[in-house]
Structure formats: C-alpha cells, structure tokens
C-alpha cells in the first residue's frame, strides 16, 4: 500500500477545505488499486470520532462493491488483537460525585475560598484537571514538585488541596482517560516488539490530546502506517514554521499541534506529503488565509509577502462579509441567504458555537416552514422531562410557594396518565383563588377548602398526598434523595389514578430515565447532602446531557457546531458570530492551576482551545462559497470582530491594489442581504397609521353604571372617573400577583389587624407590651416572610406609642369596629356603603369615627374636594345606616396616621358640613348618572406620576394630561 511512498515515518495531510472524508476514501481506493481485494478488508482506520467513522463508511461504501477496511474509533485501542486487559475504568459520575464530598469539606473549611453554589462547578473542574492528567501522562509528582512560592497564597492553598485529592483519587481505578492512555502504552510497546502485519491509518485527528499523539506518532513509525492530517496548511514557508514556537502564545495558532507531532516524529513540516491528488477547491484563498494567519512575530512577511499573492479577486469571489448592526439582523440576513440556497438547490450549513444565534436564526427560517437539521439538539435539563425533574427536585429543596405549585401542575408531564382536562380546569380554578386570597404558600388546610362544595375533593387529596408542603432542609444521603425524587416525580406524573405517564417517553424521556438510572447507580458514593445542595446538583447533572429530537428538518438546511463541520461538506458554510468571546470563545478560569502552573506541570494552556478554533476556521473559510457574518453591536455594547477576521480584513486594506477593492467587493455583498432583511423587517413592521388615542371620557348607557359603590371609591370617581368606569362596569380588576410580597397593601391590612385585635382585647397593664405581643402573634400568622416580619415589628414598634396616647386619650368606649353598614337614596337612586375602621362612643352619646392610614393622611383641603370617606360615613351614621350603631348624632372624624411620622387629622362635624357633603355627593352620582357624562380618565390624581391599574386600557402615553376629556358612547342600551 505504501510503495511508493517514503520510509516511515509516513506523515501525510489533506488541504483545508477539502471534503476529509471523502478524499481519504479516493487515496485509499487510489494506494490499493492493483492489490487483491483481501488486502482492503485487511487495513484498518482510525477515525478521531463517530461522525467520521460514518463518513468514511459511507465513502467507502460509494465506491462499489467489495470489501471495505476495518474502521474503528482511536479511542478503542483494546480491539487490537493482543492488547493488554486492563481493569474498567472508573464511571465518571462516580468520580464526580466522591470528589464533590472532598470539595464539600473544602468549602465548609475555608468557606471565604468559593460560593457554596459553586461546589459542583469546582468538582466537574477538578474531576477534568485529574483526567487530563492522566490523558497527558502528568505524574503526581510534578504537581508536588511545583515552586508556588512567586504566587499567592490562593494558589498555594489550591496546590495543596489538590495533592490531597489526588491521593485520594490515586487509591482508586483510574479515569477512563487514564485507562485508555495505559492502553496506548501497553499496545505500543507491544508493536514495537511485533509490529502488525496488516496497514494501520489514522484519520482525521490533530493530535490535540496526548493520548492521541501519542498513539499517532507510534502509528505513523509503524512499517505499515501512516497518519492523515486535516487541514494541513501547504502553503506556509519553512521560515514561518521555524518561527512558529517562539511567540508569547504559540498554541493559538491553527497548525502548531502540527508543528508539534512533526518534531515529535523528527521531520520537518515540508515532508508532510498530501493523501491525494485532488487540491484544495480555492487555492488562492488557502494562500491568503494562510499568510492572514501567520503568528504575531512573523507578521512583518505580511510587507514582503502580501504583495506576491495572486488571484486575489478569484480568492475573495466566494467569500461574502455580513457586519450586521445588531444580532437580530444578523440572524435575519443569514436565515434568508439560507432561505435562497433551499430554493436554488444548494447544500447549506451554519457554523457558529454561539447557541443564542443559532436559535435565532431557525426562529426566523420558521416563517418560511424551514427546519434545519440542527446536529446540536438541546441540553437535557431544558427538555419537557428535564424541566419537570427540576421542578420536582426545588420542592424537595424549599418551602413551596404558590408560583413553585402552579408550575409545575400546568407542566405538561403532570397528570399526563390520565385525563388532562379535569385537571388544568381545577388548576385554572386554584390559580384564580391563590391570587385572589394573596396565599404565599398554599397549605392542605388552604387546599382542601378549595375543594370544599366541589367536585375537586379526589384531586385535592391526590396533592395533599404527594406534595411535600414543609420538606425536611437536613442533609441526607443521596442515594435516599434520589429515590424521593424519583418517587415523587412519578407520583405526579402519573395523577391520582396512577398508570403509566409521558414522563419517561419519546427521545427526552428515555434520555432522562438513562440519566436517572445512572445516578441511582452511583448516588452510594455521593454521601449526604442538603435538599437545596441536591437541587443544584440535579440541574448540574441534566446540564450534561443532550437530547434531539426527532423532526422533519430539510436535507439540505445544517446547523453545525464546529465539531461537526470538521468532517462534513456543503455547497456553502456560513461562518457566524464572529467576535471575539464567542469565536474563537474565552479560555474557560481554571479554579485549581493558573496559567504558569499548568505550563510548568506539562499541563494543556488555555490557548490550546483557541488554537483549535482557529483550525476549524481554517478549515470552513477554505470552502467554494462562505459567508463570514458577525454583529456590530450586542444587547450591551460595542463588540470587537474576531481575531481571525481582524486579520484578514487588515491585510487585504493593507493590499491597496487589489485586497481594499475585493475586501469592499465582501461587503457589498453582505450589504446585499442586510438590506433585505431590513426590507423584511419594514414589511412586517409595517402598520396602517393608527392616530394617537385621546383621552378617553367613555360614556355607557345609564342602565349599566354603577348603583352601588363604597365610600372608598368616592374618591377614585372623583379623581380618576375612568377607574370606576372599567371596574364597575367592565367588571375588570387588576389580577394579584402570583407571588405576593410584603408590600404597602399588606402593611396596612396587617396594621388594621393588629389594632382590631388590641382593641377588642381586655387592657392588661402594660399596653404597650400586649400591643407589641399582639402585633408579633398576627404578623406570624399573616406575614410568611421572617425579614418582612421584622420590618413590620420594627414600623408597628415606631408608631405604637403615638398610637397608644391616641387610644387612652379617648373619651367613652369603642363602639363598632369593622361592621359593614348601607344608605339608600331615591333621588338619585343609589346605595352608598361602608365599613368604618373604628367608632368611638363618646360620654355625651355622640360618636367619634376613626380610620387608620399608615401613609400619610388627606389635609383638610383634600378632605374638602377629594377624600369624603369619612364625611360619608359620618353623613350614613346619622341617618342611621349602620345597624350596629343607629340613629348617631356624629361629634368628629379622624384620620390617624401612623406612618413613618405619625399625624393625626381631626375635623368636627356640624350639621352645616353634612348638608354641604349629602348636596355634593348628591350633585356628583347625578352628574355620572346623566347620559351625557362621560367617565374621564385620570381627571383629578394626586400626582401626575401616578401610575393606575387602567392606564394601559386608557392608552395613557398616547394621550398627555393637558389634553381635554374626549366623551365616547360605548355599549348598547338594548344589551344591558
């Protein structure tokens, strides 16, 4: 096979933006052509992952019938006969799970070195610093031998904590990286004894592990074997290679583990030999590329250099430059130069890491039904059934709440056993009364007085049942969590009856019931942890997981991430996202090791990634036709193109010649799609002329408005008629929140609480002590929140004696407190009711009305024109409105308020005053009772940065608070 080829070792290499796969096959069919046909079946390959192995079988297979080679993954070295046994590797979540213990002990020693919300983050980093140890071949010792003495104490604590893990970690069976670096060493040295008989190739790899170099450097000295390269740069110079090793940062560069593998086998790069005959589809551009990316201290050949490129225009034809003003239309412009290479026939692939664009641009390609075939899927733990567990695993972790209840019943898993109607009907039901009763946390108690008078007892029960309302916060071992979590996470899957649920179908839910399983086998070597510990370790866990999907993508639409575009081809690749931190990505901290440790323990740098990506880059920009696309700006600033790119654009402005011509050749042409996806957008965006909205004085027929109101929304009609308009006759009222707080509504309602409660107790000596037990005793049953508790006792404590001198100073008893009270009138025909906080009944017979605020009280001249609360109650007692109180002759009104600086607004009343209020009270229900009036809104507020419930409904921003009051007939007389 290799006869005419030189002696090993043999080092051969294909040109960027050459389909691998497929000339790796044509220089195999092209070496064997001759030999009999058992010497095919007798080479093997090596292919550097799945994907290529699958490539290469396809390839093969498209040549016609016949025997094909044995294809095998590097990473299964033991297929080889004679290979030595060796013990199973360790599971890495097993791994994982024991060192997170030792992490766990870490963090409670030196609780100042990370976050507790940090422990499996710093284990996973741990857990792959040990593996890639192993993988290099870095012994223990060398992490022992490190001088930390120039580095901070932080590093040395590390260093420390390491050695320690290590011992640990040493006494066990090694990674799987481990395991299959003490393979590769075993079966070398077995070669070198009794080399095979039979070719041995590998196919596709770098070389960017050490076990994999490892492996390739024995392969390529084997007599019969031999190493193809990818993407292997012909055209940079001797020179450009000799200098390669001496920058700051040699490992970014794309062919440095190039370089590396060539030294390590003693040639120079210029003996890299090409597999196959069949070039690179744009040479030219592979020239430029190439000089574009010469490293940083040869970068002055780019003076000499430059100017000999040829064929620059014919380099540049295919290649198309997007510099999009914002992400959103950089995803539109590639989705629609997507959507024209689907209608012209094309094979099309976007190559970009950044996820967020990707999801982008198939948003986009879906207007247009086009589904690309997305080679990524999506992490487990964002997955129906991943979502769920995660619900399922914060109720074990924290006291649930009504938003925690109400997401995961309206999950789709739950309940998905039986008859799921039923179920969202009594879930929309419970919705509406957690939000009207302003419940924190939903109790039993709660749950089954929901159900009271229903047909929701069994459903109830069913929760009552299975939900855990107060989970136990102390640590327990993992492997009982993951069998409550388990058990739980069925049970509400299932529903009441039971039966077989939709939580472990299709492809999410068989990729979580594997996932589960696994941890259930592993969960003894995770020792104890808390429930909250647990829930983080869940999402951690799911997070390492992915899932796709079955759909019915188009055959010529790919999404790929760069992994996949190193062994796959298309008529045209779409590089995106190009700025730096997202391509090539920042260097992920290392917790554990810096920079100058890891070099001098023999460990991998940061820049090694960098260099990969710069590989890939290499390698897709050298296709026939390439769009290279980024955004100017993302959602927070100014971004900085990638370095790649910089440098590509720099040297062509720096070719005045021809390099500024093609390179604004580049942009015109992805100009050409920006202005269409503006053009798209315009079209969409593109509305009849709506007017703006005036100010709304809406005017239903008589028979529809209010008859009966609270005095508490006198005022509102009188500032804001527009509030009563949609709340009394829309029957519209603003939805509560889902999750309430301790906010100024509930501050009052408590207050109110606490007073009623005092003043309805018998006095005790001390009333400021029975006034603050009273107020700790109603706040722990009304107030669910321990910091809201404290704030409110420390308010309640602020103003209790203001509130306390006010009290004693009182003449007479307390009369009525809360008792709700009505007055008819015939002309207009109208009910005014109300409920006093307190009244007082005074020595002489007369009575004294009270009403709290814990704001600030209305002024007298408020009270005049605006706030009639109390002047209405007063003008109801003594027409004898209140049952409790009958006919009262009225001596004084009060607001007390008992805010941040208690007041207290006090009026006497005279029955001069009263006749004034029932006449304008009178005056003010005829004026909206009268057809012609209109319900304005916002006509009188206190401040004009108010906000109201109504003012989306107003269209308040359409029209200003200067604008006059437009009247607007609304409803239908007939329908009333």
Same mark, same amino acid.
């Given at each position: ?14 040109? /960027? ?17 001759? %030999? ?85 983050? %710093? ?115 001797? *020179? ?308 796709? *999907? ?129 053009? +798209? ?26 008859? *009966? ?57 001390? /009333? ?61 025909? +109208? ?53 409790? %109180? ?91």
């Amino acid at each position: 096979m290799f006869a005419q080829d030189p002696a090993p070792p043999r080092l051969f290499a294909l040109p /960027p933006g050459v389909d691998f796969p497929q000339a790796f096959a044509q220089g195999c069919a092209a070496r064997l052509a001759g %030999l009999p046909p058992e010497v095919r079946a007798r080479v093997t390959v090596l292919a550097n992952s799945a994907r290529m192995r699958t490539r290469l079988r396809a390839e093969f297979a498209a040549q016609g019938p016949g025997l094909q080679p044995r294809i095998r993954l590097i990473t299964d070295p033991l297929l080889f006969e004679g290979a030595a046994a060796l013990p199973t590797a360790i599971s890495p979540l097993r791994r994982r799970l024991e060192l997170a213990q030792l992490v766990d002990r870490l963090l409670r020693a030196a609780p100042d070195l990370a976050p507790r919300s940090a422990l499996f983050d %710093l284990s996973d980093s741990l857990a792959r610093l040990f593996a890639e140890m192993q993988a290099e071949g870095v012994p223990p010792e060398r992490l022992r031998d490190l001088d930390v003495s120039r580095h901070s104490g932080h590093w040395a604590r590390a260093l420390a904590f390491i050695t320690l893990a290590e011992q640990v970690v040493h006494a066990d069976a090694p990674d799987a990286e481990g395991r299959l670096r003490a393979q590769a060493e075993a079966l070398i040295a077995r070669w070198q004894d009794s080399p095979p008989q039979d070719p041995i190739l590998i196919a596709g790899s770098t070389g960017s592990r050490g076990t994999t170099a490892l492996l390739m450097q024995a392969v390529a000295r084997l007599p019969l074997g031999a190493v193809v390269l990818p993407g292997f740069d012909f055209d940079m110079p001797a *020179e450009t290679w000799a200098a390669l090793p001496d920058g700051a940062a040699p490992e970014d560069h794309p062919q440095f583990r190039f370089l590396r593998l060539c030294q390590a086998l003693d040639i120079a790069p210029g003996q890299v030999r090409p597999w196959a005959e069949d070039g690179a589809p744009e040479p030219a551009r592979n020239a430029l590329i190439s000089l574009a990316l010469r490293p940083a201290p040869v970068t002055d050949q780019w003076m000499q250099d430059g100017p000999r490129l040829r064929d620059l225009d014919r380099a540049c034809a295919g290649m198309t430059l997007i510099e999009a003003p914002s992400p959103r239309l950089e995803a539109q412009a590639i989705a629609l130069r997507l959507r024209h290479a689907a209608e012209a026939g094309q094979s099309a692939a976007l190559i970009t890491p950044d996820r967020d664009l990707t999801r982008r641009v198939t948003a986009v390609l879906d207007q247009w039904r086009i589904t690309p075939d997305d080679s990524a899927g999506r992490p487990l733990a964002l997955s129906a059934p991943g979502r769920f567990l995660r619900h399922v695993a914060g109720l074990m972790a924290q006291r649930m709440d009504g938003q925690a209840l109400l997401t995961l019943l309206k999950h789709p898993l739950t309940h998905s056993a039986g008859e799921r109607g039923p179920h969202l009907l009594h879930t929309r039901d419970l919705e509406l009364r957690i939000r009207r009763k302003g419940v924190a946390y939903p109790e039993p108690d709660f749950l089954r007085d929901f159900a009271q008078n229903s047909d929701r007892g069994d459903w109830i029960e069913w929760l009552c049942a299975t939900l855990p309302f107060t989970p136990d916060p102390d640590p327990r071992p993992l492997s009982e969590l993951v069998t409550a979590h388990l058990a739980l996470s069925e049970a509400l899957a299932a529903g009441p009856d039971g039966g077989e649920s939709e939580l472990w179908q299709a492809a999410a839910g068989a990729k979580a019931l594997a996932a589960v399983r696994a941890l259930a086998r592993e969960a003894e070597h995770g020792g104890a942890l808390s429930p909250r510990d647990y829930e983080a370790f869940v999402t951690s866990y799911l997070q390492g997981f992915e899932v796709r *999907e079955p759909v019915s993508a188009h055959p010529g639409i790919m999404i790929w991430g760069t992994l996949e575009a190193r062994v796959q081809g298309a008529d045209l690749v779409i590089l995106a996202g190009l700025n730096e931190g997202v391509w090539p990505k920042s260097p992920d901290p290392d917790p554990w090791l810096n920079r100058r440790m890891r070099a001098d323990a023999g460990l991998l740098l940061p820049e090694r990634q960098i260099g990969l990506s710069a590989h890939d880059f290499q390698q897709a920009i050298a296709a026939r036709e390439v769009v290279l696309s980024r955004a100017v700006r993302d959602a927070e600033a100014q971004t900085v193109p990638s370095r790649w790119l910089n440098r590509l654009t720099n040297l062509l402005n720096g070719l005045p010649d021809q390099g500024a011509g093609a390179l604004q050749d580049m942009r015109v042409r992805g100009k050409h799609w920006l202005a269409m996806a503006e053009a +798209f957008d315009a079209h969409f965006n593109h509305l009849p002329v709506d007017p703006p909205a005036a100010r709304p004085a809406p005017a239903p027929p008589v028979a529809a408005r209010p008859r *009966e109101l609270p005095v508490t929304a006198i005022s509102r009609l009188i500032r804001d008629p527009y509030e009563i308009y949609a709340k009394y006759v829309l029957g519209l009222r603003k939805l509560n929140s889902l999750h309430p707080s301790p906010d100024a509504l509930l501050r009052g309602t408590v207050l109110h609480k606490v007073l009623e409660v005092f003043t309805k107790a018998a006095p005790e000596p001390d /009333p400021l002590a029975q006034l603050m037990q009273i107020g700790a005793e109603v706040l722990q049953n009304e107030v669910p929140w321990p910091a809201a508790r404290a704030l409110f006792q420390a308010r309640l404590a602020r103003s209790a004696q203001a509130f306390l001198q006010f009290h004693l100073d009182q003449p007479g008893r307390v009369l009525m407190l809360e008792k709700r009270g009505a007055m008819n009138f015939r002309d207009p025909a +109208f009910t005014l009711i109300a409920k006093p906080d307190r009244v007082d009944e005074w020595p002489d017979g007369r009575v004294h009305i009270i009403d709290y605020k814990t704001g600030t009280p209305p002024t007298k001249a408020q009270q005049q024109h605006f706030d009639k609360q109390l002047l209405l109650q007063a003008m109801m007692a003594e027409e004898a409105a209140f049952e409790a %109180l009958g006919l009262r002759e009225v001596a004084r009104i009060t607001y007390l308020g008992l805010g941040a600086k208690p007041k207290i607004e006090a009026t006497e009343i005279t029955p001069a005053l009263l006749a004034e209020t029932r006449d304008q009270f009178e005056r003010l229900i005829r004026a909206y009772l009268s057809p012609d009036r209109g319900f304005a809104a916002r006509r009188y507020l206190l401040k004009e940065q108010e906000v109201s419930d109504y003012d989306h409904l107003s269209r308040f921003g359409e029209w200003v608070m200067q604008d006059e009051p437009v009247t607007l007939p609304v409803g239908d007389a007939d329908a009333v």
